[in-house]
C-alpha cells in the first residue's frame, strides 16, 4: 500500500514532465508553402534582406519616377523537404528569382527550417544567372538539382547544357556537396519517358482542373489529351537549345460542348503555335505564339502510367 500511495503522489509529476515534453518540442515537418511565401530572406543579391508577401518583393523604382524597378519572387511553387542538418526534423528548399533591373534573372537556392516554432531562412546561395531547374530532390542531407544553364558556346538567353548541381548546409551556409555532373545537351528526348499534365495557360493564368490536358513525347511526335479527343501532332528539333517546329495536328472526332470544347480548342492552338520548350521551377515551359497571342504553357510532371 505505501508504494502504491508513493506512486500516486508521483504521477502528476511524471504527466507534467510528459505534456511539456509533447508541447514543447519543434514540429518535425517543414514550414507550410503558404508559411515559405511570407518569410523574411537574406542572402538575395538584388535586395538584402527582403520579406515576400504571398511570394514576391519589389523595391523602389531605380530612377525616380522610373517603371523598372527591383524585384524577388517565389519560383513557382518549387520546395523540397528533407532533413538537411541531421536534427531529424524537415528543412524546406525553395527557389528564388532575383531582378536587378537587367536583362537577366538570378535564381536563389534557400532553406528554410522551423526555430522556436517559427520559420527563419538559414541560409541562401545563388545558383546561377537564367539558371532553369528542371527537378530537384533531398537526398542524404544533399540537395540535389537538375539544371538547365548555358553551357560552352551558348548565349545567356538560351541555354542548352543538363547538369546537376549538389549543395549541403554547413551551419548557416550552403555550399557545393560535390562537382557538377554534365548531363549532357538539351533535346526533345529530354521530353519522354514521363507525361506532362498543364497546370497554367500563361505563366499568371492557371489552367482548370478539370478536363485534363496532358502531353507526351516519342518517336517525333506529341500526343495526349486536350481535355476532350486524344491527339497526335509531330515536331522536329529547330537549330537553338530547345527549340522546334510542329506540323499539323490530328485528333480523335468526339465533340464536346461547354468548358472541354473551349479547353479544347485553346489547347490546340497555342500547342500549333509552340516554338520551344525549357523549365521554370521544376515545371516544363512550352513558349508559344499565335496571332493573337503568346506566353509559355507550364506543364507538371507525373508518371505515364498515372491516371485521373
Same mark, same amino acid.
Given at each position: $500500500?505505501?508504494? #502504491?500511495?508513493?506512486?500516486?503522489? @508521483?504521477? %502528476?509529476?511524471?504527466?507534467?514532465?510528459? /505534456?511539456?515534453?509533447?508541447?514543447? =518540442? &519543434?514540429?518535425?515537418?517543414?514550414?507550410?508553402?503558404?508559411?515559405?511565401? +511570407?518569410?523574411?530572406?537574406?542572402?538575395?543579391? &538584388?535586395?538584402?534582406?527582403?520579406?515576400?508577401?504571398?511570394?514576391?518583393?519589389?523595391?523602389? %523604382? #531605380?530612377?525616380?519616377?522610373?517603371?523598372?524597378r527591383p524585384g524577388v519572387h517565389f519560383v513557382r511553387d518549387f520546395q523540397l523537404r528533407g532533413d538537411l542538418d541531421g536534427d531529424r526534423r524537415e528543412d524546406a528548399a525553395v527557389l528564388l528569382a532575383g531582378d536587378s533591373g537587367?536583362?537577366?534573372? +538570378?535564381?536563389?537556392?534557400?532553406?528554410?527550417?522551423?526555430? @522556436?516554432?517559427? !520559420?527563419v531562412n538559414r541560409a541562401t546561395v545563388l545558383v546561377g544567372d537564367r539558371i532553369q531547374v528542371r527537378g530537384? *530532390?533531398?537526398?542524404?542531407? *544533399?540537395?540535389?538539382? &537538375?539544371?538547365?544553364?548555358?553551357? !560552352?558556346?551558348?548565349?545567356?538567353?538560351? %541555354?542548352g547544357e543538363l547538369a546537376t548541381v549538389s549543395y549541403a548546409l554547413d551551419g548557416d551556409d550552403l555550399v557545393p556537396a560535390a562537382a557538377d555532373v554534365v548531363a549532357g545537351r538539351l533535346s526533345l528526348d529530354d521530353l519522354?519517358?514521363? &507525361?506532362?499534365?498543364?497546370?497554367?495557360?500563361?505563366?499568371?493564368?492557371?489552367?482548370?482542373? =478539370?478536363?485534363?490536358?496532358?502531353?507526351?513525347?516519342?518517336?517525333?511526335? #506529341?500526343?495526349? =489529351? +486536350?481535355?476532350? /479527343?486524344?491527339?497526335? $501532332? !509531330?515536331? @522536329?528539333a529547330g537549330e537553338g537549345p530547345g527549340e522546334f517546329t510542329v506540323g499539323i495536328g490530328m485528333a480523335t472526332k468526339m465533340y464536346c460542348g461547354g468548358l472541354a470544347g473551349e479547353t479544347e480548342n485553346r #489547347?490546340?492552338?497555342?500547342?500549333?503555335?509552340a516554338m520551344k520548350f525549357g523549365f521554370s521551377g521544376g515545371m516544363l515551359s512550352l513558349s508559344y505564339e499565335t496571332e493573337d497571342a503568346w506566353g509559355a504553357m507550364l506543364?507538371?510532371?507525373? !508518371?505515364?502510367?498515372?491516371r485521373n
Open positions: $500500500m505505501k508504494t #502504491f500511495l508513493i506512486f500516486l503522489a @508521483a504521477l %502528476p509529476v511524471m504527466l507534467t514532465g510528459c /505534456n511539456k515534453q509533447a508541447g514543447g =518540442s &519543434e514540429p518535425k515537418t517543414a514550414p507550410a508553402l503558404a508559411e515559405l511565401k +511570407n518569410i523574411t530572406y537574406r542572402g538575395v543579391v &538584388e535586395q538584402d534582406p527582403v520579406t515576400l508577401d504571398d511570394g514576391s518583393w519589389q523595391g523602389s %523604382p #531605380f530612377v525616380a519616377g522610373g517603371a523598372s537587367g536583362a537577366g534573372e +538570378n535564381i536563389y537556392l534557400a532553406v528554410v527550417s522551423l526555430v @522556436a516554432g517559427r !520559420p530537384g *530532390r533531398i537526398t542524404d542531407g *544533399r540537395i540535389v538539382l &537538375e539544371v538547365l544553364r548555358p553551357g !560552352p558556346g551558348d548565349a545567356l538567353c538560351c %541555354p519522354g519517358g514521363r &507525361e506532362w499534365v498543364l497546370r497554367w495557360w500563361d505563366r499568371d493564368e492557371p489552367a482548370p482542373l =478539370s478536363p485534363v490536358v496532358t502531353l507526351t513525347y516519342a518517336d517525333g511526335r #506529341f500526343g495526349g =489529351s +486536350n481535355g476532350c /479527343n486524344d491527339y497526335q $501532332m !509531330p515536331v @522536329a #489547347f490546340m492552338k497555342q500547342l500549333g503555335g506543364f507538371e510532371a507525373r !508518371p505515364p502510367s498515372a
